[in-house]
């Protein structure tokens, strides 16, 4: 049997694209397992997926999707269903609500949480054909009996064993059509080969805007050595050349963070770039871990601030770090000569004028190479997305509408001006990089007139208050 697994596309307000790497892990399994596999990715496929599929049908479609996607993700299940394919649906929307899905005639199966040995089980027993006494063994799969009522087993446990499992199958990216991780510091750069790797799952802190479905809060390391094998083959095997750490908090245990850097220095792996692409917990760095990390061939590193008031901090957003934390983290980056990045959120519950304001003065001051502001989105299954359903009126009509880039706020709140957030939003962008040093960088970067369409519509988008 054949099976495409197939990732919705993502229109988000840059131009980054880069590889959905729990598909790569989907398809490492199943390659592992002796399955006919391949990928299609959305945001850089040529031909539609009614094309693909009536070019080479599949015999099972399995399609991931966050909550922004979901419509989309429906609606690839109904091209699926037209040329006659098995769909089974996975990721964080549908391990969240898979009821939902389920209710729909186009979704045959859901597959919740870490779904590496749930889809090869899932194969094994529609290979055998034996139905609902095979379905209900497979931990993590939501199905449906010949009456058509939902069936949701039992979840899957979290894999222990990282180590244990498939590399991704970098293999069926199409990585030319892939882009650089950032082009926002580095301009637009199509012809990178940019991989992604997870040295690590899960995170144990509980911050009320974040929502981890799939890896849990039960923080899991791969080895060292395992993810030395991987670097290895990204960078030999594969022409890396830039790579993206995207683990929800790689440096949970400094201890073992060290050690990583060190053995990419031990294993001649520091000649490759790369970068952090979500934010580091800066109560788990010192000044050796940046210096190491520099020396390992890191380039950039980003950092969750998410707000410069001190009650919003510890009461709102619950973030379990210190301003005196932010302060040494980003000024021991930059003593790395690392650049640096800083990720800052507005109008969450019982966000005043005064409380943004402070959020932008810390930007200000921590002067990151690049300051990424959002509005608060309040996801299913994170503690905002109750405290908005239990205090406050959702503005979303639909999923696609909690699309965490928007430049709308999400949410009314009891003493909360929505039209205030976006405003504090806009002046945020104004006041960072509306400055003579910032105006000059963008002005002479090469990005800035080779997407110049783009970057105009970027300056709208930030700037301009509607």
Known sequence: MKILLVSPEARVWNSRTHIHNGLGYLAGALLAAGYETDIY?????????????????????????PTPLINEAWQYARTAKQHGATTILGGPHLTLMPDESMQKAEVDFVARGEAEYTIVEFMQALGRGDGAAEWSKILGLSWKDAQGKVRHNLDRPLSSDLDALPFPAYQLFKIDRYTNLQPLTDGLDPHARSYTILTSRGCPYKCTYCSKPITGDTWRARSVENVIREWKMLVHDLGATEIGVT?????????RAKELCQALIDNGLNKTPWVTVHGMKVNHTDAELFQL?????????????????????????????????????????????????????YGMPGETAATM????????????????????SPYPGTALWETVQRNGKLHAQGWSDLAIQSDHAHFDFPGMDNKLVEQKWHEAYRRFYFRPKRLWKRLTSVDTWRNLPERVRDAQRFFVTK
């Open 293 to 345: 990390m520099k020396r390992a061939g890191c380039k950039r590193v980003g950092f969750g601030v998410e707000s410069g008031d001190e009650q919003i901090l510890k009461n709102v957003v619950k973030k379990s770090q210190t301003f005196d934390q932010v302060r040494a983290a980003f000024k021991n980056a930059k003593a790395a000569r690392l650049q640096t990045m800083g990720f800052f959120i």
């Open 41 to 65: 990715d959305g945001a850089v496929e040529d031909e539609s997926l009614d094309a693909r599929l009536t070019r080479e049908p599949f015999d099972v479609i399995g399609i991931s999707s």
């Open 357 to 376: 304001d402070k959020t932008t003065e810390l930007a200000l001051e921590l002067d990151p190479d690049l300051a990424h502001f959002m509005i608060a």
């Open 247 to 255: 683990d929800d908090i790689w440096n949970l245990n400094l201890k």
